[in-house]
């Protein structure tokens, strides 16, 4: 009987060598190694699971998490990621030569990654219906009208592109 490979839930392709995924677990171990990835952006204030870091140990792909020991707010806020941290993220996302491959990952796959992706579109020159159609896609029942706004609000000034920026941006 033939290997299975399972993507893990809200699996896809962004740009060649860039995919975004919600957290893995061990039946999605198989499908995440045949990537070879050098990289994983793990956009979540909540530390991985040990089973998922001795997997990303054992592969040799370098954990980066955005969001790490963030304090709970005492406000409400109208998003889950502060600027800077999308900022952090896309500044690692448009590092192709020591990143990729590369995937974004949060807990579902969904809002946070969703944000990151988005703003990589506005980098991208995407138009917002299109972008906003991508993170619906990808978001499906759990759409935050506070991260579209997030997304349409975001200033793409603020991003520095290095010389050895992305052949898609």
Same mark, same amino acid.
């Given at each position: 009987?033939?290997?299975?490979?399972?993507?893990? #839930?809200?699996?896809?392709?962004?740009?060649?060598?860039?995919? @975004?995924?919600?957290?893995?677990?061990? /039946?999605?171990?198989?499908?995440?190694?045949? /990537?070879?990835?050098?990289?994983?952006?793990?956009?979540?204030?909540?530390?991985?699971?040990?089973?998922?870091?001795?997997?990303?140990?054992?592969?040799?792909?370098?954990?980066?998490?955005?969001?790490?020991?963030?304090?709970?707010?005492?406000?409400?806020?109208?998003?889950?990621?502060?600027?800077?941290? #999308?900022?952090?993220?896309?500044?690692?996302?448009?590092?192709?030569? @020591?990143?990729?491959? /590369?995937?974004?990952?949060?807990?579902?796959?969904?809002?946070? #990654?969703?944000?990151?992706?988005?703003?990589?579109?506005?980098?991208?020159?995407?138009?917002?219906?299109?972008?906003?159609?991508?993170? @619906?896609?990808?978001?499906?029942?759990?759409?935050?009208?506070?991260?579209?706004?997030?997304?349409?609000?975001?200033?793409?000034? /603020? #991003?520095?592109?290095?010389?050895?920026?992305?052949?898609?941006?």
């Amino acid at each position: 009987m033939g290997s299975y490979y399972i993507p893990p #839930v809200n699996f896809g392709l962004v740009e060649d060598n860039l995919y @975004r995924s919600g957290h893995p677990n061990e /039946l999605n171990f198989p499908f995440l190694e045949k /990537l070879h990835l050098k990289k994983i952006l793990y956009l979540s204030p909540e530390t991985p699971p040990q089973a998922f870091k001795t997997f990303v140990d054992d592969q040799g792909i370098n954990l980066q998490q955005v969001g790490l020991g963030e304090e709970p707010r005492q406000t409400a806020s109208w998003s889950p990621m502060e600027e800077e941290q #999308v900022l952090i993220a896309l500044k690692e996302t448009l590092d192709t030569e @020591r990143n990729y491959p /590369l995937c974004l990952m949060d807990s579902v796959g969904r809002n946070r #990654v969703g944000i990151v992706v988005g703003c990589l579109r506005k980098l991208q020159r995407w138009n917002l219906t299109s972008i906003f159609e991508e993170y @619906r896609r990808c978001a499906g029942s759990k759409v935050r009208v506070l991260n579209e706004q997030f997304i349409e609000l975001f200033d793409t000034d /603020l #991003v520095t592109l290095d010389l050895h920026h992305p052949p898609w941006l």
